[in-house]
């Protein structure tokens, strides 16, 4: 494994009773890189999170992530990978900075330290004048930037999303997916998300994975930065992935 590679998954297996979820995975993700899963319903996009995540373990083949197997050594990837979710799981009984700030709390940083830096990551997300509100008086989509801010808070080298985009209006979610890439390519983090939406893919992602059931990779597809900004080429990769995904449009 070169010394760039973030993730790495090697021929990897995962049953659940009689269902294969995943079926003889590779998957290798360098340092720095961002990479989307899509692929329909069932297909196996958060089964492969969850591996990653080291929450499940996989039935064979190997799962490194930084160097170490995330399911044996859970604690050892503590504040190195920072996750978030479909829903943001905010405390409801702490502020929009007590949450930010709850990362590094759990990490051992000092009180000031930690609102400090959550500060910080708020201004960042655009929320310096919600710090002090309750996750009850934010929108979804402001509560949605609590959590990422939570997350990357803890500076960590590798960013997991599932569906954190999809429960926001369309112009929310754009200006959060733009500000997101933003922040990920200005701090050089590696990211992992997975999207229904093939438009979020090919705007966020250097690279994306259409699975097909099983976890099997269906189609591989490389953005460069002049594609993305190029209507006619985005158009042409989506209709490529949309056809691969079984001729839906999405
Ligand atoms: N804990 C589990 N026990 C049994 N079956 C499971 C479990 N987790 C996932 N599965 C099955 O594995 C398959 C893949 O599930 P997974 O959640 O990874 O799909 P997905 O691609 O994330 O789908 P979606 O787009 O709907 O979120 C599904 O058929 C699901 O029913
Ligand atoms: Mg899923």
Known sequence: MSASTLIELKRVHKRFNDFVAVED?????????????????????????????????????????????????????????????????????????????????????????????????????????????????????????????RALAVDPALVLLDESFSQLDHVTSATLRRDFSQIVRQYGKTCVFVTHRIDDAIEMADRILVLAPGARLALEVKVAPAQREDADEAARLHALIAQTMGGEEQ
């Open 25 to 149: 995975l590779d998957l290798a993700v360098s340092v720095g890189e961002t990479v989307a899963l899509v692929g329909r319903t069932g297909a196996g996009k958060s089964t492969v999170m969850n591996l990653i995540m080291g929450t499940i373990r996989a039935d064979r083949g190997t799962v490194t992530v930084a160097g170490a197997d995330p399911y044996a050594s859970f604690a050892s990837l503590k504040g190195k990978l920072a996750v978030s979710f479909q829903t943001d799981r905010l405390l409801p009984w702490r502020t929009a900075v007590e949450n930010a700030e709850l990362g590094l709390l759990l990490l051992g940083r000092k009180a000031t330290d930690a609102r400090r830096v959550a500060l910080e990551w708020l201004d960042r997300v655009k929320l310096q004048g919600a710090a002090a509100k309750y996750p009850h008086e934010l929108s979804g989509g402001m509560r949605q930037r609590v959590s990422l801010a």
